[in-house]
């Protein structure tokens, strides 16, 4: 038997949507935050999320050398060196298991969890560079092991 759980709306930060309580990952240079819909717009102004567009890149290089297409085989053939750039979109990965660190964000008086792949200070970095698109005065956040973090970005504060 199937039972829908409802959710009553004073205990949800936003306006009820069928997708509120979907996780959505918002990847940034060092890692990713993945939490539910009202926890990204509880942090996030909507018409202002900031760019995910900038990952992580890195420079990987392939050296020169012979192979051939099976062993024992007298065909031979020879790989020039090349360098590519590798870039590294993170998504949070791919397993059905919940990666990263579980934190708590502190919206309405309420804690809300999510989950960080990445360091805090790649995040408060990337907040911190994007505070124009955060919702309030501040954002607060708790560390699975208890450390706080905040960002101040009040208008008051430029």
Not at 100 to 121: M, N, P, Y
Request: aromatic share 12%; net charge neutral.
């Amino acid at each position: 038997m199937y039972v829908k759980h409802r959710v009553e709306s004073r205990f949800a930060p936003n306006e009820l949507t069928t997708d509120l309580y979907r996780n959505y990952t918002i990847s940034f240079p060092g890692g990713s935050l993945t939490a539910t819909k009202d926890v990204l717009q509880s942090i996030f102004k909507n018409d202002q999320l900031p760019s995910t567009c900038n990952p992580e890149t890195k420079q990987v290089s392939r050296k020169a050398g012979s192979y051939t297409t099976f062993p024992q085989s007298d065909e031979l053939f020879n790989r020039k060196e090349t360098t590519y750039t590798l870039k590294n979109y993170s998504n949070g990965g791919n397993s059905r298991a919940a990666s990263g660190e579980a934190i708590k964000f502190l919206i309405d008086g309420s804690f809300w969890t999510a989950r960080l792949v990445g360091s805090h200070q790649a995040f408060m970095d990337y907040l911190c560079d994007n505070t124009e698109s955060l919702e309030g005065d501040a954002t607060y956040w708790m560390s699975s092991k208890g450390s706080p973090y905040l960002v101040s970005h009040s208008a008051s504060n430029n």
